[in-house]
T-cell receptor, first 117, second 113 residues
Protein backbone atom coordinates (compact mmCIF):
# COMPACT_ATOMS: atom_id res chain seq x y z
CA UNK A 1 0.00 0.00 0.00
CA UNK A 2 0.87 3.65 -0.16
CA UNK A 3 3.32 4.93 2.40
CA UNK A 4 3.73 8.44 3.71
CA UNK A 5 6.72 9.27 5.88
CA UNK A 6 7.45 12.19 8.18
CA UNK A 7 10.67 13.51 9.60
CA UNK A 8 11.49 14.05 12.36
CA UNK A 9 9.22 11.86 14.44
CA UNK A 10 9.90 13.88 17.54
CA UNK A 11 11.43 17.29 18.13
CA UNK A 12 12.04 19.40 21.19
CA UNK A 13 12.97 23.02 20.69
CA UNK A 14 13.31 26.24 22.60
CA UNK A 15 10.70 28.95 22.42
CA UNK A 16 11.37 31.37 19.58
CA UNK A 17 13.10 28.92 17.28
CA UNK A 18 11.77 27.54 14.01
CA UNK A 19 11.16 23.89 13.28
CA UNK A 20 10.79 22.23 9.87
CA UNK A 21 8.79 19.04 9.42
CA UNK A 22 9.00 17.01 6.21
CA UNK A 23 6.26 14.88 4.71
CA UNK A 24 7.08 12.50 1.88
CA UNK A 25 4.96 10.21 -0.24
CA UNK A 26 7.22 7.23 -0.83
CA UNK A 27 5.58 5.27 -3.61
CA UNK A 28 3.29 7.69 -5.40
CA UNK A 29 3.22 11.28 -6.52
CA UNK A 30 0.95 13.54 -4.53
CA UNK A 31 -0.14 16.84 -6.01
CA UNK A 32 -2.01 17.56 -2.81
CA UNK A 33 -0.99 16.92 0.76
CA UNK A 34 -2.69 17.95 3.95
CA UNK A 35 -1.39 19.06 7.33
CA UNK A 36 -3.27 18.34 10.53
CA UNK A 37 -2.66 19.18 14.15
CA UNK A 38 -3.77 17.09 17.10
CA UNK A 39 -3.64 18.29 20.68
CA UNK A 40 -3.57 15.69 23.47
CA UNK A 41 -6.80 13.73 23.79
CA UNK A 42 -8.40 15.74 21.00
CA UNK A 43 -9.30 15.13 17.41
CA UNK A 44 -7.36 16.05 14.31
CA UNK A 45 -7.86 19.53 12.93
CA UNK A 46 -7.03 20.37 9.33
CA UNK A 47 -4.51 23.20 9.21
CA UNK A 48 -3.83 23.61 5.53
CA UNK A 49 -3.83 22.05 2.11
CA UNK A 50 -0.45 21.89 0.42
CA UNK A 51 -0.55 22.15 -3.36
CA UNK A 52 2.45 21.26 -5.50
CA UNK A 53 3.72 24.29 -7.34
CA UNK A 54 1.31 26.78 -5.79
CA UNK A 55 0.49 28.44 -2.53
CA UNK A 56 -0.98 26.48 0.32
CA UNK A 57 -4.58 26.97 1.36
CA UNK A 58 -4.99 27.61 5.06
CA UNK A 59 -8.01 26.87 7.21
CA UNK A 60 -9.69 29.65 9.08
CA UNK A 61 -7.78 30.62 12.19
CA UNK A 62 -4.44 29.18 11.06
CA UNK A 63 -1.72 31.81 10.66
CA UNK A 64 -0.04 31.39 7.32
CA UNK A 65 2.97 33.44 8.38
CA UNK A 66 3.53 31.21 11.37
CA UNK A 67 3.01 27.87 9.65
CA UNK A 68 4.91 28.05 6.39
CA UNK A 69 4.15 25.32 3.89
CA UNK A 70 6.22 24.47 0.86
CA UNK A 71 5.30 21.77 -1.62
CA UNK A 72 8.29 21.89 -3.91
CA UNK A 73 7.93 18.50 -5.52
CA UNK A 74 5.31 15.83 -6.10
CA UNK A 75 6.66 13.77 -3.22
CA UNK A 76 7.61 16.33 -0.60
CA UNK A 77 5.77 18.91 1.46
CA UNK A 78 7.32 20.77 4.37
CA UNK A 79 5.74 22.56 7.30
CA UNK A 80 7.84 25.12 9.14
CA UNK A 81 6.63 26.33 12.50
CA UNK A 82 8.23 29.75 12.85
CA UNK A 83 9.02 31.38 16.18
CA UNK A 84 7.55 28.42 18.01
CA UNK A 85 5.93 28.91 21.39
CA UNK A 86 4.80 26.37 24.00
CA UNK A 87 1.21 26.58 22.75
CA UNK A 88 2.42 25.22 19.40
CA UNK A 89 3.37 21.97 21.10
CA UNK A 90 1.26 19.35 19.40
CA UNK A 91 1.21 16.25 17.23
CA UNK A 92 1.50 17.26 13.57
CA UNK A 93 0.33 14.74 11.00
CA UNK A 94 0.41 14.98 7.23
CA UNK A 95 -1.61 13.01 4.73
CA UNK A 96 -1.64 12.48 1.01
CA UNK A 97 -4.21 11.24 -1.45
CA UNK A 98 -3.15 9.22 -4.45
CA UNK A 99 -4.27 11.23 -7.51
CA UNK A 100 -6.71 9.65 -9.93
CA UNK A 101 -7.73 6.91 -7.57
CA UNK A 102 -11.23 7.81 -6.46
CA UNK A 103 -11.56 4.76 -4.28
CA UNK A 104 -8.39 5.34 -2.31
CA UNK A 105 -8.33 6.62 1.18
CA UNK A 106 -6.02 9.33 2.36
CA UNK A 107 -2.77 7.96 3.70
CA UNK A 108 -1.46 9.43 6.91
CA UNK A 109 2.14 9.85 7.93
CA UNK A 110 3.37 8.61 11.32
CA UNK A 111 3.23 12.10 12.80
CA UNK A 112 5.71 14.50 14.39
CA UNK A 113 5.48 15.29 18.05
CA UNK A 114 6.63 18.84 18.68
CA UNK A 115 7.46 20.03 22.17
CA UNK A 116 8.34 23.70 22.61
CA UNK A 117 10.03 24.54 25.90
CA UNK B 1 -19.57 24.51 7.79
CA UNK B 2 -19.27 20.76 7.83
CA UNK B 3 -19.69 19.20 11.25
CA UNK B 4 -19.03 15.61 12.21
CA UNK B 5 -20.37 14.22 15.46
CA UNK B 6 -19.47 10.91 16.99
CA UNK B 7 -21.05 9.14 19.88
CA UNK B 8 -20.29 7.85 22.30
CA UNK B 9 -17.02 9.65 22.96
CA UNK B 10 -16.00 7.10 25.54
CA UNK B 11 -16.92 3.46 25.72
CA UNK B 12 -15.85 0.78 28.13
CA UNK B 13 -17.03 -2.70 27.35
CA UNK B 14 -16.29 -6.29 28.12
CA UNK B 15 -14.77 -8.79 25.76
CA UNK B 16 -17.31 -10.76 23.82
CA UNK B 17 -19.90 -8.00 23.71
CA UNK B 18 -21.24 -6.16 20.68
CA UNK B 19 -21.48 -2.43 20.32
CA UNK B 20 -21.97 0.34 17.75
CA UNK B 21 -20.31 3.71 17.30
CA UNK B 22 -22.32 6.36 15.48
CA UNK B 23 -21.12 9.13 13.22
CA UNK B 24 -23.41 11.91 12.02
CA UNK B 25 -22.36 14.60 9.59
CA UNK B 26 -24.04 17.82 8.62
CA UNK B 27 -23.70 18.23 4.86
CA UNK B 28 -23.68 16.16 1.73
CA UNK B 29 -20.45 14.26 1.31
CA UNK B 30 -18.99 11.85 -1.21
CA UNK B 31 -17.17 9.65 1.19
CA UNK B 32 -16.86 8.66 4.80
CA UNK B 33 -13.74 7.27 6.44
CA UNK B 34 -13.08 5.32 9.59
CA UNK B 35 -9.66 5.37 11.23
CA UNK B 36 -8.12 3.78 14.26
CA UNK B 37 -5.53 5.50 16.44
CA UNK B 38 -3.44 3.81 19.11
CA UNK B 39 -1.89 5.94 21.88
CA UNK B 40 1.04 7.98 20.60
CA UNK B 41 0.56 6.76 17.05
CA UNK B 42 -0.83 8.12 13.82
CA UNK B 43 -3.98 6.97 12.05
CA UNK B 44 -4.60 3.55 10.58
CA UNK B 45 -7.17 3.40 7.82
CA UNK B 46 -10.04 0.99 8.49
CA UNK B 47 -12.74 1.70 5.91
CA UNK B 48 -13.67 4.03 3.09
CA UNK B 49 -17.39 4.19 2.35
CA UNK B 50 -18.29 5.67 -0.99
CA UNK B 51 -22.01 5.33 -1.57
CA UNK B 52 -25.37 5.09 0.09
CA UNK B 53 -25.91 1.67 1.56
CA UNK B 54 -22.24 0.76 1.46
CA UNK B 55 -21.25 -1.89 3.98
CA UNK B 56 -17.73 -3.10 4.59
CA UNK B 57 -16.44 -5.66 7.01
CA UNK B 58 -13.00 -6.54 8.26
CA UNK B 59 -12.72 -9.08 11.02
CA UNK B 60 -14.85 -8.01 13.96
CA UNK B 61 -15.51 -4.54 12.56
CA UNK B 62 -18.26 -3.61 10.15
CA UNK B 63 -18.99 -0.14 8.82
CA UNK B 64 -22.04 1.12 7.00
CA UNK B 65 -23.14 4.36 5.40
CA UNK B 66 -26.58 5.95 4.99
CA UNK B 67 -26.09 9.14 3.02
CA UNK B 68 -29.75 10.12 3.26
CA UNK B 69 -29.62 10.10 7.03
CA UNK B 70 -26.02 11.39 6.94
CA UNK B 71 -25.10 8.59 9.30
CA UNK B 72 -22.36 6.02 9.43
CA UNK B 73 -21.97 3.26 11.97
CA UNK B 74 -19.02 1.18 13.09
CA UNK B 75 -20.19 -2.06 14.62
CA UNK B 76 -17.97 -4.19 16.81
CA UNK B 77 -18.82 -7.84 17.11
CA UNK B 78 -17.60 -10.01 19.99
CA UNK B 79 -15.05 -7.44 21.06
CA UNK B 80 -11.52 -8.47 21.99
CA UNK B 81 -8.93 -6.53 23.99
CA UNK B 82 -6.82 -5.81 20.89
CA UNK B 83 -9.58 -3.57 19.57
CA UNK B 84 -9.00 -1.07 22.37
CA UNK B 85 -8.11 2.21 20.66
CA UNK B 86 -9.59 5.53 19.64
CA UNK B 87 -11.77 5.40 16.55
CA UNK B 88 -12.39 8.40 14.34
CA UNK B 89 -14.82 8.95 11.54
CA UNK B 90 -14.03 11.62 8.98
CA UNK B 91 -15.76 13.18 6.04
CA UNK B 92 -14.32 14.40 2.77
CA UNK B 93 -16.45 17.27 1.49
CA UNK B 94 -15.49 17.13 -2.14
CA UNK B 95 -14.51 13.53 -2.66
CA UNK B 96 -11.54 12.29 -4.64
CA UNK B 97 -9.10 13.53 -2.06
CA UNK B 98 -9.45 17.13 -3.18
CA UNK B 99 -10.26 18.41 0.26
CA UNK B 100 -8.86 17.71 3.65
CA UNK B 101 -10.92 15.70 6.06
CA UNK B 102 -13.19 16.88 8.83
CA UNK B 103 -12.95 14.54 11.80
CA UNK B 104 -15.30 13.61 14.57
CA UNK B 105 -14.03 13.97 18.11
CA UNK B 106 -13.23 10.29 18.31
CA UNK B 107 -14.52 7.40 20.38
CA UNK B 108 -12.13 6.16 23.03
CA UNK B 109 -12.83 2.45 23.30
CA UNK B 110 -11.60 0.32 26.18
CA UNK B 111 -12.28 -3.41 26.06
CA UNK B 112 -11.80 -5.17 29.32
CA UNK B 113 -11.16 -8.88 29.75
Amino acid sequence: GAVVSQHPSRVICKSGTSVKIECRSLDFQATTMFWYRQFPKQSLMLMATSNEGSKATYEQGVEKDKFLINHASLTLSTLTVTSAHPEDSSFYICSAARPGRSTDTQYFGPGTRLTVL
Amino acid sequence: ELKVEQNPLFLSMQEGKNYTIYCNYSTTSDRLYWYRQDPGKSLESLFVLLSNGAVKQEGRLMASLDTKARLSTLHITAAVHDLSATYFCAVDKAGGGADGLTFGKGTHLIIQP
